[in-house]
Nanobody, 121 residues
Framework: QVRLVESGGGLVQPGGSLRLSCAAS????????MAWYRQAPGKERDLVAS???????NYPDSVKGRFTISRDNAENTVYLQMNSLKPEDTAVYYC???????????????WGQGTLVTVSS
């Protein structure tokens, strides 16, 4: 069974930085795209950043220039460096992995349990 475990969330002041990590485990051969999403209270879950196996990244305008996604393919880990944080960045951040190939099957989409990021003074 594939699991994604996020870490690194917490409370930070506006203008501060946080780095989120997400490690995938479970006899994984390969993972296609990995991504971070976030969901604020009462809102839909939105894409924050994505990265392909080859390193191509994508960001919405709301975080472009402030957030950076990266991954370690050998360790099946994805990171999200968040700088210049704003109160509107407050949300639960979820890790996502697409087309996770394991010994037994391919999982189309796997989600982590989420980690809370609170930006407040």
């Amino acid at each position: 069974q594939v699991r994604l475990v996020e870490s690194g969330g917490g409370l930070v002041q506006p203008g501060g930085s946080l780095r989120l990590s997400c490690a995938a485990s479970g006899s994984i051969f390969s993972i296609n795209a990995m991504a971070w999403y976030r969901q604020a209270p009462g809102k839909e879950r939105d894409l924050v950043a994505s990265i392909t196996t080859g390193g191509t990244t994508n960001y919405p305008d709301s975080v472009k220039g402030r957030f950076t996604i990266s991954r370690d393919n050998a360790e099946n880990t994805v990171y999200l460096q968040m700088n210049s944080l704003k109160p509107e960045d407050t949300a639960v951040y979820y890790c996502n992995a697409e087309n996770v190939v394991t010994r037994l099957t391919t999982h189309r989409a796997v989600w982590g349990q989420g980690t809370l990021v609170t930006v407040s003074s």
